[in-house]
T-cell receptor
Framework: NAGVTQTPKFQVLKTGQSMTLQCAQD?????MYWYRQDPGMGLRLIYY???????DKGEVPNGYNVSRLNKREFSLRLESAAPSQTSVYFC?????????????FGPGTRLTVL | GEDVEQSLFLSVREGDSSVINCTYT??????LYWYKQEPGAGLQLLTY?????DMKQDQRLTVLLNKKDKHLSLRIADTQTGDSAIYFC???????????FGQGTTLQVKP
C-alpha cells in the first residue's frame, strides 16, 4: 500500500515548455486534489476532482489543466510553463471529499521553470 | 475569499510546551485541521476538531477552538527535537472537502 505517489520528484523546465505531473493513489479514494506550495503562502488549491469523471477549479487554476484518468490517477498539465509556476506541487486524495475527510498527501514534485 | 493566518516562526527548548496559533475568517467552518510537514516531505494529518467542539486532546497534542474569536491553537506538550517541522492550520468550509491553508508555522526545537 504505497498511498499517494507522484512523479517526477524533481523537474527543471524552460519557459514555454510543457509537462505533465502524474499522481496515483491506491486507497480507492473518490476525491483527488492538486496544490501548489510557495514560501510563506501555505498550500493553494489548483484543481480538484470530487469523483471519477469530474474536475473543478480551485483557488489558482490559471495556466494548468487536469485529467482524472480513472479513479486512481489524477494528472496536472502545464501547457506553457512560466517562471511564476516554479513551486512545489502536491497531490492529495481523500475518501469522499467532505466533512472530516482526511486528505492524504504525496511527497511532492519540485518544479523549477527557468 | 476566506483566509487563514498563522505566525511564521516559533522557537522552544526541548521539554517545553509549544503553542501554535491560527486565526480564520470563515463563519461556516465545519472542521479545522492541523497538518505537519517535515523537510522534503508531504503533509501529514496530526489532528482535527469539529467546529462545535471547544477542545480536543490526543496524547501530547491539545487543540483549543474559540469559535467566537475564530481562533485555533495547537499545544504540543513536552516538545521533542523530532517535533521540529512546519505546522499548517487548515479550514474546511461546508461539505466540499476543499481546504484553505494558513502559511505554516516553522517550529524550531532547541536541545
Amino acid at each position: 500500500n504505497a498511498g499517494v505517489t507522484q512523479t517526477p520528484k524533481f523537474q527543471v523546465l524552460k519557459t514555454g515548455q510543457s509537462m505533465t505531473l502524474q499522481c496515483a493513489q491506491d486507497m480507492n479514494h473518490n476525491s483527488m486534489y492538486w496544490y501548489r506550495q510557495d514560501p510563506g503562502m501555505g498550500l493553494r488549491l489548483i484543481y480538484y476532482s470530487a469523483s471519477e469523471g469530474t474536475t473543478d477549479k480551485g483557488e489558482v487554476p490559471n495556466g494548468y489543466n487536469v485529467s482524472r484518468l480513472n479513479k486512481r490517477e489524477f494528472s496536472l498539465r502545464l501547457e506553457s510553463a512560466a517562471p511564476s509556476q516554479t513551486s512545489v506541487y502536491f497531490c492529495a486524495s481523500s475518501e469522499k471529499g467532505g466533512g472530516a475527510d482526511t486528505q492524504y498527501f504525496g511527497p511532492g514534485t519540485r518544479l523549477t521553470v527557468l | 475569499g476566506e483566509d487563514v493566518e498563522q505566525s511564521l516562526f516559533l522557537s522552544v527548548r526541548e521539554g517545553d510546551s509549544s503553542v501554535i496559533n491560527c486565526t480564520y475568517t470563515d463563519s461556516s467552518s465545519t472542521y479545522l485541521y492541523w497538518y505537519k510537514q517535515e523537510p522534503g516531505a508531504g503533509l501529514q494529518l496530526l489532528t482535527y476538531i469539529f467546529s462545535n467542539m471547544d477542545m480536543k486532546q490526543d496524547q501530547r497534542l491539545t487543540v483549543l477552538l474559540n469559535k467566537k474569536d475564530k481562533h485555533l491553537s495547537l499545544r504540543i506538550a513536552d516538545t521533542q527535537t523530532g517535533d521540529s517541522a512546519i505546522y499548517f492550520c487548515a479550514d474546511a468550509s461546508g461539505n466540499t472537502g476543499k481546504l484553505i491553508f494558513g502559511q505554516g508555522t516553522t517550529l524550531q526545537v532547541k536541545p
